[in-house]
């Protein structure tokens, strides 16, 4: 028998026989909680365990903690690494023009804020497009390379319509330069671009709050300054020379001639 059921039925004959000698009354009361507990000790199991039943007992206890500890320590592990595991950015599309099989292949990096980059994009890539571009004698590819917290939000900007609408901003945006930069609010003024051209204000913000396309801009950037060690814009590689400076049409001509000349070999 259980031996804390033992003590309460002892202790309620031993006050009985007091009861008797003494006549001094249990309280109803007292008496009524111990009857209660002797039931709810009997309906919680009855006989008193073993030794051998505790000892079971305590090693199932101690094999359910460790099993808890090892799950815990696994779940720890698994979320360290989780955590610690590098988050890859998805590249931004290819934006380019001029034929895939064109024998001299130029890499635009530009910032758009960069005047020299401004001026490389509004009157020499005209020409050249019409020179070399429109002939098959030569594809562009061009790579974002904001050299500040303003041309970064131009940057988004000219993606805000995807790369459809891509190139169709920048040259916006370029031609529009000196208003925006040099607006006491340049943001605002950006702004302005866009309401003008097909962006609605709600987009706009959405794309300048954009942290995976900003993520992408970035990730073009440091990419570049890491494979050609960029100090300055515009920096133009042409069948992989680097050239850190804007190009005037004439020194494209005298790069490009040799290299024409090589390919009909």
């Known amino acids: 028998m259980n031996y804390m059921i033992r003590i309460l039925i002892l202790f309620i004959i031993m006050t009985t026989q007091s009861r008797a000698e003494s006549d ?24 008193e365990k ?44 290819e934006i380019a023009i001029g034929s895939k099989d064109a024998p001299v292949v130029m890499i635009d990096y530009s910032s758009l804020s960069c005047g020299h980059c401004a001026e490389f994009h509004t009157h020499i890539l005209p020409k050249i497009k019409e020179k070399y571009i429109d002939e098959g004698q030569l594809r562009v590819i061009f790579r974002d390379y904001p050299g500040d917290q303003v041309s970064l939000k131009a940057h988004q900007l000219a993606w805000c319509k995807g790369e459809i609408k891509y190139l169709d901003f920048l040259k916006i945006i370029y031609e529009n330069q000196e208003k925006w930069l040099l607006d006491p609010d340049p943001i605002a003024a950006l702004k302005s671009i866009a309401l003008k051209n097909g962006i609605t204000g709600k987009q706009f913000e959405a794309c300048l709050k954009n942290n995976e396309l900003l993520d992408q801009i970035i990730s073009m950037r440091l990419e570049g300054q890491k494979k050609y060690n960029i100090t300055a814009t515009p920096t133009i590689i042409i069948n992989a020379k680097i050239y850190q400076k804007a190009l005037s049409m004439d020194e494209i001509d005298d790069i490009m001639k040799p290299l024409l000349a090589s390919s009909k070999k």
């Open 50 to 93: 073993t030794s051998s039943d505790r000892a079971a007992q305590n090693q199932a206890d101690k094999a359910t903690s460790e099993e808890k500890s090892t799950k815990k320590s696994a779940a720890a592990k698994k979320d360290k690494a989780n955590s610690t595991k590098k988050v890859e950015t998805k590249p931004l599309p």
């Open 24 to 47: 001094l009354t249990l309280p109803e009361k007292v008496f009524n909680t111990i009857v209660e507990k002797i039931a709810e000790i009997t309906s919680l199991g009855g006989e």
